[in-house]
């Protein structure tokens, strides 16, 4: 007896995505386009095509996956042909293909997916994901067999992710080492599925009823409706250098943001006229205070820097031992200033450091070899409960963007900081004439 699976019939669009051949294909831009249909859809077809393909399907949540794609697919195919393991979170064909589904839990892409290989992903709902994901989960693209590798992402406007989408597969521009015959977008909109019309017929007039911005981007799939990013300002063209020595007579700083999640400390360089580079970035996680103290100093070296502005809650004392981690950073040989708590006063102060001067030249500039400073402050969107505010998830984007703000901040106002224990304060006074 031969088993049959009823896929359905395919919209144009779709048709178009299942017979992509880039390395790179993403699909959507409205809502209603018929994606997560088309990812169930191409990841059957492909398992029964290539007898042992190892396919991975990811969305944010667990949840999701069990709702959009997992039962779904249960009541789709036979036992005959595959079965679903839940321990195993995978359908396992009888030709020895594997469809896996993997959640995402922000910042743990690196932990939970090193050394694992797949022959073709799907991202699904990619806006939600940050590039640095995007790129990590692809590093598991990959193995010895003949399949073709493939990465799918299915995206509407919005969301954590919206810059990097847009830039990549909507606006087509690329950086170097990315290859733009490696991406295709296939644009899709309510009116391409006429399954959903025909079952849902109200839902265009929902959509057009709408707020302008979120009709214009979730009925018409404008990804301009949706900027997606806190820091409208910035302008790669304009905010990005090439890597440069600092100008003669330039001052030196430093600011950074510290956990045991991650360490991201940036330099800056204060040239006479007031003009402002970030020349050095350091994004490390997992460091203790003496680690992250001894991996600043020597990237440092050989540098006289001014001051190293952090947030004043590293004044706090830790309930275990009475010490504030201020004190175990002075005990490693760096002396702290500490910047405002306010995080809408200090994201205001970015903005006004990337605002164009009256001479057409920002304020602000960072270099090229920021790489994830870059990303970050392209990506962070604004707090839903206050737009003055950016958000505070992904976390993975919020780090290097603290401490931009904290040195950003200081420029107008900081908190001198206190003699600490083990080392006497450094004098910013200074340093505060400077900055103000």
């Known amino acids: 007896m031969t088993a049959v699976i009823d896929l359905g019939a395919a919209s144009p669009k779709q048709a178009r995505f299942y017979k992509s051949r880039a390395l790179y294909t993403g699909y959507g831009g409205a809502r209603g386009g018929g994606k997560t249909h088309a990812v169930r859809t191409k990841a059957i077809c492909g398992a029964l095509y290539y007898p042992g393909i190892r396919i991975l399907i990811v969305r944010r949540t667990y949840p999701e996956l069990q709702a959009n794609h997992i039962e779904p697919m249960i009541r789709l195919i036979p036992d005959e042909v595959a079965g679903f393991s839940g321990s195993k979170r995978g359908f396992y064909f009888k030709n020895g293909s594997v469809i896996k589904f993997g959640n995402f839990r922000p910042g743990a892409a690196r932990r939970e997916y090193q050394g694992q290989e797949f022959d073709w992903i799907f991202l699904d709902e990619a806006t939600q994901f940050t590039e640095s994901e995007f790129r990590e989960l692809g590093a598991c693209l990959r193995g010895a067999t003949a399949v073709p590798k493939r990465f799918y992402v299915t995206c509407n406007p ?100 510290y956990g045991l999640d991650m360490l991201a400390c940036l330099w800056f360089a204060v040239s006479p006229d007031g003009g402002v580079t970030v020349y050095r970035e350091l994004m490390r996680p997992g460091l203790v205070v003496s680690e992250a103290a001894a991996a600043m100093l020597a990237l440092s070296d050989g540098e006289d820097v001014a001051a190293t502005v952090a947030p004043p809650d590293m004044r706090s004392r830790q309930k275990d031992s009475g010490r504030s981690l201020a004190e175990l950073f002075a005990e490693s040989g760096i002396y702290l200033s500490y ?51 950016c958000a505070v998830t992904p976390h993975d984007v919020t780090h290097s963007v603290d401490a931009l703000r904290y040195f950003c901040v200081s420029r107008f106002h900081v908190i001198a900081g206190g003699e600490p224990r083990g080392g006497a304060a450094a004098d910013y006074t200074d340093y505060l004439k400077f900055g103000c």
């Open 158 to 257: 919005g969301g954590a992710g919206h810059s990097w989408v847009k830039r990549l597969f909507v606006d087509r521009k690329y950086r170097d080492g990315e290859n733009p015959d490696d991406y295709r977008f296939i644009f899709a909109s309510a009116e391409d599925n006429l399954t959903l019309l025909r079952s849902s017929p109200a839902y265009l007039s929902m959509l057009e009823n709408l707020p302008d911005n979120l009709r214009r981007a979730y009925r018409d799939g404008d990804w301009s409706a949706l900027s997606g990013a806190y820091f409208a300002e910035f302008d790669a063209k304009i905010h990005v250098a090439a890597p440069a020595p600092a100008p003669r007579g330039s001052r030196l700083f430093r600011s950074f943001d």
């Open 339 to 389: 910047a405002p708590s306010d995080r809408a006063a200090g994201h205001i102060a970015v903005k006004e450091m990337l605002r164009l001067r009256e001479d057409g030249t920002p304020r602000l500039r960072i270099s090229s070899a920021c790489e994830k400073l870059i990303s970050d402050i392209a990506q962070i969107e604004c707090a839903a409960s206050d737009p003055n505010d």
